[in-house]
């Protein structure tokens, strides 16, 4: 299971989604590119779904927004959903190899990556903690100022929970040298994906408590997914 599992259905997949691609086809818009997306009438159709019911005010277009886009292009490429399990994520947020000279690349132009339940815990909100799920991404295609990495943490994702909790974060690409975050140090006063949960030493839970963290993460994901290192 993963959250579009939870979020999105038939009617999106035989009806909204195709709309949007026609859509997009007739204003000549590319999808990827968040600009555009937004200006399709089909893209705001499909937010306005999305958007909680009987809500006299707008939609929070930024959350909403991330969730339409991530939801479009996970299907529009194939629905491709890469796992890593327990042993590797340990592995690769250990820090113990950096991986030095390596250009960071997505192992699609969408997709989404599915982590071990209940290891690696964020805090989204004051008080608040909940086991990552895992994270969508999309590229957006290369212009003049370089291409771009749109990612989506998906938080509490459970069978019996009708949504879950997302964090939106997005980063130019090329990155900068040596062409990855994924030997930067992110954390001040302990080490990066140190526990931080009162009691969560004792399960040897995970962390990330910051943007540098999640990049961290994500770069060291996909080389993982890349080499299998």
Same mark, same amino acid.
């Given at each position: 299971?993963?959250p579009?599992d939870?979020?999105?259905?038939?009617?999106f997949?035989?009806g909204?989604?195709?709309?949007?691609?026609?859509d997009?086809?007739?204003?000549?818009a590319?999808?990827?590119?968040?600009e555009e997306? !937004?200006q399709?009438p089909? @893209? @705001?159709?499909?937010?306005e779904?999305l958007?909680?019911?009987g809500?006299?005010?707008?939609?929070?277009v930024?959350?909403?927004?991330a969730?339409?886009? &991530?939801?479009? &292009?996970?299907? /529009?490429h194939?629905r491709r959903?890469?796992?890593?399990d327990?042993?590797a994520?340990?592995?690769?947020t250990?820090?113990?190899?950096p991986?030095?000279?390596?250009?960071?690349?997505?192992?699609?132009?969408?997709?989404? *990556?599915?982590?071990?339940?209940?290891?690696?815990w964020?805090?989204?909100g004051?008080?608040?903690?909940?086991?990552? &799920?895992?994270?969508?991404?999309?590229v957006?295609?290369?212009?003049?100022?370089?291409?771009?990495?749109a !990612?989506?943490?998906?938080l509490?994702? /459970?069978?019996?929970?009708?949504?879950?909790?997302?964090?939106?974060?997005? *980063?130019?690409?090329p990155?900068?040298p040596?062409g &990855?975050?994924?030997?930067?140090?992110?954390?001040?006063?302990?080490?990066d994906?140190a526990? *931080?949960?009162?009691?969560?030493?004792?399960?040897?839970?995970?962390?990330?408590?910051n943007a540098?963290?999640?990049?961290?993460? *994500?770069s060291?994901?996909?080389?993982? !997914?890349?080499?299998?290192?």
């Amino acid at each position: 299971m993963t959250p579009y599992d939870i979020i999105f259905g038939e009617e999106f997949e035989t009806g909204l989604f195709p709309a949007l691609t026609a859509d997009a086809e007739t204003n000549s818009a590319d999808t990827r590119d968040v600009e555009e997306f !937004l200006q399709l009438p089909a @893209a @705001a159709d499909l937010m306005e779904k999305l958007s909680p019911r009987g809500s006299a005010e707008p939609p929070p277009v930024t959350g909403v927004a991330a969730l339409a886009f &991530h939801g479009y &292009h996970f299907w /529009r490429h194939g629905r491709r959903v890469d796992s890593i399990d327990e042993r590797a994520l340990r592995a690769l947020t250990s820090g113990d190899a950096p991986i030095g000279e390596w250009s960071m690349e997505a192992p699609a132009v969408a997709g989404y *990556v599915s982590l071990p339940q209940n290891i690696l815990w964020a805090q989204p909100g004051e008080g608040a903690a909940e086991p990552v &799920h895992g994270f969508f991404y999309t590229v957006s295609p290369t212009t003049v100022d370089g291409a771009r990495l749109a !990612l989506l943490l998906a938080l509490g994702v /459970r069978a019996d929970r009708p949504g879950f909790t997302a964090i939106e974060l997005g *980063v130019p690409l090329p990155a900068p040298p040596p062409g &990855h975050f994924g030997d930067i140090i992110a954390r001040d006063g302990s080490p990066d994906f140190a526990n *931080v949960l009162p009691g969560g030493e004792l399960k040897n839970f995970l962390s990330v408590t910051n943007a540098g963290e999640v990049l961290k993460l *994500v770069s060291r994901v996909f080389h993982t !997914l890349e080499t299998g290192a």
